[in-house]
């Protein structure tokens, strides 16, 4: 299965406009933004699990990324709430569940296999630093290598000036509005800017975004 597989290629995708695909687990459904493979594939997608759903136990090949967007996601490492971000690292295995039900940002086979470390981040609790600019906020969420990942809040009216993503940069938008030359991205849109692209954005409403970067290059180990 391809779904905006190039990474050559600039990608938009409004995930709030997207059906709800079940998954090979009963109560699990997915809304698939980025896809190269089958199940073990290369994945970038949004999990719904139902309340008292689970999915079998299973290994993470290619590591396993994910920010919890809504409900509580649990798994042998405990539960994890709304604005917790979980990095599994290459080789790993957990059996996943919910309770009460919740919807994840779940990002797969995206990791070097030399990155070892477990992350577990409470965003909610995690320090703010200042920004690129004035009016832009920046949480790190992890570095290894190239790869960066990091939330990114925009206050209200912030214009960041013309700028080339020399090694591409993804985006997810959490909470509020994003505007550039090429469109708008309300909250729930996921759009990719492939190496050596370039735009100027800006933010009438403010919004909070996720952002990784780096993971893009061609030599990226993965």
């Given amino acids: 299965m391809k779904i ?4 050559s290629q600039r990608a938009v995708v409004y995930s709030e406009e997207l059906p709800w695909v079940n998954s090979p687990a009963l109560g699990v459904q997915r809304r698939m933004l980025e896809r190269d493979g089958e199940e073990n ?4 997608t949004i999990v719904r699990f139902a309340p008292n759903s689970s999915f079998p136990m299973h290994s993470h090949g290619g590591g396993e990324e994910f920010l919890v967007l809504s409900g509580v ?3 042998e490492h405990g539960d994890h709430g709304p604005g917790t971000y979980i990095r599994n690292p290459v080789g ?5 569940y919910s309770k009460e039900g919740c919807i994840i940002f779940v990002k797969l086979c995206q990791m070097s296999p030399e990155d070892q470390n477990y992350v577990c981040i409470d965003t909610n609790q995690a320090a703010w630093e200042p920004g690129p600019i004035a009016g832009l906020k920046v949480m790190p969420l992890h570095r290894f290598g190239t790869e960066r990942v990091v939330l990114i809040e925009w206050e209200a009216g912030i214009h960041f000036p013309h700028h080339t993503h020399e090694d591409g940069s993804e985006v997810f938008v959490l909470e509020g509005v994003l ?3 090429y469109g708008s991205y309300p909250k729930g849109t996921w759009f990719r800017y492939p190496v050596g692209s370039s735009h100027a954005a800006f933010s009438p409403s403010g919004c909070l975004l996720y952002a990784k970067g780096g993971h893009l290059l061609p030599d990226l180990k993965q």
């Fill in 4 to 7: 905006n597989a190039d990474l």
């Fill in 41 to 44: 594939g290369r994945a970038t």
């Fill in 73 to 75: 996601f649990s798994d």
């Fill in 92 to 96: 790993s295995q957990h059996t996943p």
């Fill in 179 to 181: 505007e550039d030359e």
